[in-house]
């Protein structure tokens, strides 16, 4: 049986490098003293061909071999 690769959304911080992009994505958490809904983040280093992406735009990204020093996702 073939594993799923792991898929992620969010938005497009910078893609100002050629085949490069910059994603945030934000996971909502609970904290576990208090019982509050917490913003995460983390940025994301993505393969992409396309160049027309822009900032602010939704992306999906999905795990892949090691490109580069940074690059481990590829937009999809």
């Given at each position: 049986?073939?594993?799923?690769?792991?898929?992620?959304e969010?938005?497009?911080?910078?893609?100002?490098?050629?085949?490069?992009?910059?994603?945030?994505?934000?996971?909502?958490?609970?904290?576990p003293?208090y019982?509050?809904?917490?913003?995460?983040?983390k940025?994301?280093?993505?393969h992409?061909?396309k160049?027309?992406?822009?900032?602010?735009q939704?992306?999906?990204l999905?795990?892949?071999?090691?490109?580069?020093?940074?690059?481990r996702?590829?937009?999809?």
């Amino acid at each position: 049986m073939k594993s799923q690769r792991k898929i992620i959304e969010g938005i497009v911080v910078s893609a100002k490098a050629p085949k490069m992009v910059v994603v945030r994505v934000v996971r909502k958490l609970r904290h576990p003293k208090y019982g509050k809904l917490v913003e995460k983040s983390k940025k994301y280093y993505a393969h992409t061909e396309k160049e027309g992406l822009k900032e602010g735009q939704p992306v999906r990204l999905a795990a892949c071999r090691p490109m580069s020093r940074l690059k481990r996702w590829r937009v999809i």
